[in-house]
């Protein structure tokens, strides 16, 4: 199967969009008292790696991860200040 530079950003995307999820599900899970979220935070911290792992066999790590953690910051500070109403 031949994979270009898109799929991988595509990838990528999907890692950033399921650590948000994974660390909104964390927060909702109140410290795993919570079944639902923590078995979703579980779930999309996995697929976010996984999806990750697939992103990293076509971009560099360095790239990877500064895409990665700028934007999940950025988006995780919007979910926290739109649907937990913190900052």
């Known amino acids: 199967m031949s994979y270009n530079y898109s799929q991988h950003a595509i990838y990528l995307l999907g890692a ?3 650590e948000v999820i994974g660390t909104s599900s964390l927060k909702a899970s ?3 008292s919570k079944f639902v979220p923590s078995g979703a935070a579980v779930v999309a911290y996995g697929l976010s ?3 990750l792992s697939l992103a990293l066999k076509r971009m560099g790590v360095g790239v990877a991860y500064a895409i990665w953690s700028g934007l ?3 988006l995780i500070v919007l979910v926290g200040l739109f649907f ?3 900052l």
């Open 72 to 74: 999940g910051t950025a």
């Open 49 to 51: 790696f996984f999806l």
């Open 84 to 86: 937990f109403k913190v």
């Open 30 to 32: 109140n410290g795993f």
């Open 16 to 18: 950033i969009i399921s």
